[in-house]
């Protein structure tokens, strides 16, 4: 079974995807998808408790994007960037991965 993305977005400016929490998410296998762009650096650039969450800062060879996981209210996934190109490119690596799908 794979996880569904159930929400993109795309705007003239940015590009967002979004995986709510009973999709099972896993950041480590989100990340073994990156090999063609390379990831060259994380660090997280929030975090809280109130609600529970993080944002990482994720770079690679051909930009940087970001992943929100977020555990309480609206508890999910979202990558984002307002680099189009690559988020289109991430979004190609993860439905070609047969771990991700689209909602129809």
Avoid: C
Wanted: glycine letters at 6%; aromatic letters at 10%.
């Amino acid at each position: 079974m794979s996880i569904e993305i159930v929400k993109l977005e795309k705007q003239e400016e940015s590009f967002l995807i979004w995986i709510d929490e009973d999709q099972s998410f896993k950041s480590s296998q989100f990340n073994a998808l990156l090999s063609p762009p390379g990831i060259k650096g994380e660090k997280i650039v929030h975090s809280s408790v109130g609600p529970a969450e993080y944002i990482e800062e994720i770079t690679t060879n051909e930009g940087a994007f970001f992943l929100s996981e977020e555990f309480d209210e609206w508890a999910g996934a979202t990558i984002y960037s307002d680099d189009t190109e690559l988020m289109n490119k991430i979004l190609s690596l993860m439905l070609s991965s047969g771990l991700y799908h689209a909602r129809q």
